[in-house]
């Protein structure tokens, strides 16, 4: 027997993201500062006043329910981003320093 789970406050695209009804977030978004920073829902809400509780605890449920799948998720986010940062000819710490020369 299967059963579908519903999820309050949130919705799934047709590309299969979650993602916090009537707002710009994406799940894998207040995932990643949950799982990555440490962040609790307490904390998530304090930076994203706009957020209303009860849809950041939907968000972290979803979270522990695909945890595999999300966790691969931002790791591959994560070392794509990481390619193609090598791929740029010059780095961020180099224009840092660029910018710290340049004569105001």
Same mark, same amino acid.
């Given at each position: 027997? =299967?059963?579908?789970?519903k999820?309050?406050?949130? =919705?799934? *695209?047709?590309?299969?993201?979650?993602?916090?009804?009537g707002?710009r977030?994406?799940?894998?978004?207040?995932?990643?500062? /949950?799982? /990555?920073?440490?962040? =609790?829902?307490?904390e998530?809400?304090?930076? /994203?006043?706009?957020? $209303? +509780?009860?849809?950041?605890?939907?968000?972290?449920?979803?979270?522990? *329910?695909?945890? @595999?799948?999300?966790?691969? !998720?931002?790791s591959?986010?994560?070392?794509?981003?990481? $390619?193609?940062?090598?791929?740029? +000819?010059? =780095?961020? !710490? *180099?224009?840092?320093?660029?910018?710290?020369?340049? @004569?105001?």
């Amino acid at each position: 027997m =299967s059963t579908i789970v519903k999820y309050p406050h949130l =919705s799934i *695209d047709a590309d299969g993201t979650a993602r916090i009804d009537g707002t710009r977030y994406k799940v894998i978004h207040l995932a990643g500062e /949950h799982y /990555h920073y440490g962040w =609790s829902a307490e904390e998530i809400l304090r930076q /994203h006043p706009d957020l $209303r +509780p009860e849809q950041v605890y939907a968000a972290l449920t979803y979270f522990y *329910d695909h945890h @595999e799948s999300m966790v691969g !998720a931002m790791s591959e986010a994560a070392d794509v981003a990481r $390619r193609e940062a090598a791929k740029q +000819p010059i =780095s961020r !710490a *180099d224009l840092m320093k660029r910018r710290m020369n340049r @004569e105001p």
